[in-house]
């Protein structure tokens, strides 16, 4: 399912936040939202899940306006996972993964719903938790959680607010090959809000680069991943290297310890 999105607006207040954003993510696609802090990409993925509204543009799922749809047709299209300090505390694991098959049944799950759920459980390791309370959990174990939940919702489309943030090394690199498998395998179209540039290069088949609420670089890693834009937006020197096919992102700053007195 292809997301396209138009000359997207939103601000709080009179604080313009994002400004006329327009890309699309094709069908399959794992695309990346890159950006300081305040650039608009946590934001943008609220507009996407309907956390927030936008004040003006469309933003369409194959052609068909997401404004047209009712809550529970949105849910069974986009699944999102947000920060994980918006986790629902007061469930257990397997009561929070559940939560992402409300869309898909009526009074009680049914046993396909239950499939899911324990599918999730195991993709995203979390068989020794089940029944503890998420209040209990690190936030990397929650931020697990929450990933499984939007996998147990089986949507066309998954948008992802910097799931890694909480992560350990090994889970940032599970949680990434997941979603990228995901997009391979069955065609999911995903896209993530994402603070590590060299992830985003290395899982990612598109990049769009925000810098205070605008498009400034917009295509493969290759293509938007340019030192010149980088050092611009990030406010220091970067170096873009590329090695064996794949891009390498570094700051270009003298690191090394002073020798102490």
Request: glycine share 8%; charged share 25%.
């Amino acid at each position: 399912m292809t997301i396209t999105i138009s000359d997207v607006r939103f601000a709080y207040g009179r604080r313009e936040v994002l400004g006329g954003v327009s890309f699309e993510v094709p069908t399959g696609s794992f695309g990346a939202l890159l950006g300081p802090n305040g650039s608009g990409k946590s934001t943008l993925v609220k507009v996407l899940a309907q956390v927030h509204r936008a004040s003006s543009g469309t933003i369409a799922f194959d052609g068909v306006d997401a404004r047209s749809l009712d809550r529970r047709s949105h849910a069974r299209t986009v699944a999102y996972v947000p920060q994980t300090g918006e986790a629902p505390f007061d469930l257990t694991v397997r009561e929070a993964v559940l939560l992402g098959r409300t869309p898909h049944f009526g009074l009680a799950p049914r046993a396909i719903d239950w499939e899911h759920v324990e599918r999730a459980i195991d993709l995203l390791d979390l068989g020794d938790l089940v029944d503890r309370s998420m209040s209990e959990l690190s936030g990397g174990q929650a931020q697990r959680a929450l990933v499984a939940r939007a996998v147990a919702q089986d949507t066309p489309v998954i948008v992802l607010d910097e799931p890694t943030s909480a992560l350990d090394l090994r889970y940032q690199v599970e949680t990434l090959r997941l979603v990228r498998r995901l997009t391979r395998d069955q065609g999911v179209t995903a896209l993530i809000a994402i603070h590590d540039l060299n992830h985003a290069a290395r899982y990612c088949d598109r990049i769009v680069v925000l810098h205070g609420g605008r498009i400034v670089a917009d295509g493969t890693p290759d293509e938007a991943l340019q030192a010149e834009t980088l050092s611009d937006v990030y406010g220091l020197p970067i170096a873009v290297e590329r090695r064996d096919g794949a891009v390498e992102v570094r700051p270009a700053v003298d690191d090394a310890l002073e020798p102490r007195g």
